[in-house]
């Protein structure tokens, strides 16, 4: 069974720009999340996504946003870009995450802005 | 609310010592408390998790952790370290249970020394 993809890998944008991550969940997992990873901050919850819908968000402004479409595939976005969301994006996936249900992560995009 | 506080950005031990990471949580309610692991450029991965059922866990590569009330603990040990096991180890707690909103800590850096 193929992992949790998120594409690109790599990302280099200027700041002002928007940018769009992709993921893709383990088939048949349905719930989906989102984290920020920075060496200063550690990782940090962004969203979690279950059946189109999101369910909790964490503590981020409106610039971050995300959705998730029938498939289970993920989008999430960021306007404005400022230096400081430079970071490893994660995307993590579980079959509806519940407390029985194991979170597989993907391998992250790196996001630089310049 | 829920936090995760992990003793030691930077472990260092011999191989073939015992390995300790330490991770004291917060939680208004009981908690579910988890250990991952990243490897360098990589997601991360569930080493195991405290479902209130045991307090002793027993996770994947040998590593294993115990769940203390008393002492709101739950500290990642292995009787041996071995080289392959240099990574980031992260704590997390989630008091839903579920994935639907996570805290990490901060991470721990394992150093194995040959």
């Known amino acids: 069974k193929a992992g949790v993809t998120q594409t690109p890998r790599y990302l280099i944008k200027t700041r002002g720009q928007q940018v769009t991550l992709s993921c893709s969940p383990i088939?048949?997992?349905?719930?989906v999340s989102w984290y920020q990873q920075t060496p200063g901050q550690g990782l940090q919850f962004l969203f979690e996504?279950?059946?189109?819908?999101?369910?909790n968000k964490g503590n981020f402004p409106g610039r971050f946003s995300g959705r998730q479409f029938s498939n289970s595939r993920s989008e999430m976005n960021v306007s404005t870009l400022e230096l400081g969301d430079s970071a490893l994006y994660l995307c993590?996936?579980?079959?509806?995450?519940?407390?029985?249900?194991?979170?597989?992560f993907g391998p992250g995009t790196r996001l630089t802005v310049l | 609310a829920q936090s995760v506080t992990q003793l030691g950005s930077h472990v260092s031990v011999s191989e073939g010592a015992l390995v300790l990471l330490r991770c004291n949580y917060s939680s208004s309610v009981p908690p579910y408390l988890f250990w991952y692991v990243q490897y360098p450029n990589q997601g991360l991965q569930l080493l195991l998790k405290?479902?209130?059922?045991?307090?002793l866990v027993k996770g994947i590569n040998g590593f294993e952790a115990e769940f203390k009330k008393s002492e709101t603990s739950f500290h990642l040990t292995k009787p041996s370290a071995h080289m392959s096991d240099a990574a980031e180890y992260f704590c997390?707690?989630?008091?839903?249970?579920?994935?639907?909103?996570?805290?990490f800590g901060i991470g721990t850096k394992l150093q194995v020394i040959p």
């Open positions: 088939s048949g997992h349905r719930s």
């Open positions: 405290y479902t209130s059922a045991a307090t």
């Open positions: 997390a707690v989630s008091e839903s249970g579920g994935y639907q909103k996570v805290t």
């Open positions: 993590a996936s579980s079959l509806a995450g519940g407390r029985e249900d194991t979170q597989y």
């Open positions: 996504y279950f059946s189109e819908t999101q369910r």
